[in-house]
T-cell receptor, first 116, second 112 residues
């Protein structure tokens, strides 16, 4: 069955360290997204990609970067982790349907990141 | 400015009764609205959606109503079951952008 996976599921790091969160999907979806979930804010978009070599900034992109070298993967990098980046991170993917139906996003299980 | 709002952070309902979760939006350009359900330690899962040209969509125990003039939608769960206890997120989508705007979520607790 097609799926979307994230690793690690839990990560503790220190302020200033570089951290990379992995996201892998086997849906062969064009679109991939990274969100963070924080109490009182819901899910906020960090970065997204419409295809290989395409990346775009979302609502809360400062301090984060992504790269898309193939269809299946969109790793999220925190260049220099800050305590404000302690959060739960979700990756999602969608087919890229345009018109006639919503472009349903499918989410991974999440990564809980703690920055000390 | 928050374009999608869920003003009730939590809701408790007795098993077998109706659960009504509400969502308001400000952008009249949204084409689709979606509801996602999230259990602890899991990712959100798609529940039901509605096009902006409809006023109702039903799927089993779940019905979403859309009132465009009020920029308001609601999710009805009838009858509510303990397994429905989760956080529910409302999301809005503008066709072609592929990006969702999420509300802050409502935690539903169904009491046995």
């Amino acid at each position: 069955d097609a799926e979307i996976t994230q690793s690690p599921r839990h990560k503790i790091t220190e302020t200033g360290r570089q951290v990379t969160l992995a996201c892998h999907q086997t849906w062969n979806h064009n679109n991939m997204f990274w969100y963070r979930q924080d109490l009182g804010h819901g899910l906020r978009l960090i970065h997204y990609s419409y295809g290989v070599h395409d990346t775009n900034k979302g609502e809360v992109s400062d301090g984060y970067s992504v790269s898309r070298s193939n269809t299946e993967d969109l790793p999220l990098t925190l260049e220099s982790a800050a305590s404000s980046q302690t959060s739960v991170y979700f990756c999602a993917s969608s087919e890229g349907i345009s018109g006639g139906a919503p472009d349903t996003q499918y989410f991974g299980p999440g990564t809980r990141l703690t920055v000390l | 400015d928050q374009q999608v709002k869920q003003n009730s952070p939590s809701l408790s309902v007795q098993e077998g009764r109706i659960s009504i979760l509400n969502c308001d939006y400000t952008n009249s350009m949204f084409d689709y609205f979606l509801w996602y359900k999230k259990y602890p330690a899991e990712g959100p899962t798609f529940l039901i959606s509605i096009s902006s040209i409809k006023d109702k969509n039903e799927d089993g125990r779940f019905t979403v109503f859309l009132n465009k003039s009020a920029k308001h939608l609601s999710l009805h769960i009838v009858p509510s079951q303990p397994g429905d206890s989760a956080v529910y997120f409302c999301a809005a989508d503008t066709s072609g952008t592929y990006k969702y705007i999420f509300g802050t979520g409502t935690r539903l607790k169904v009491l046995a």
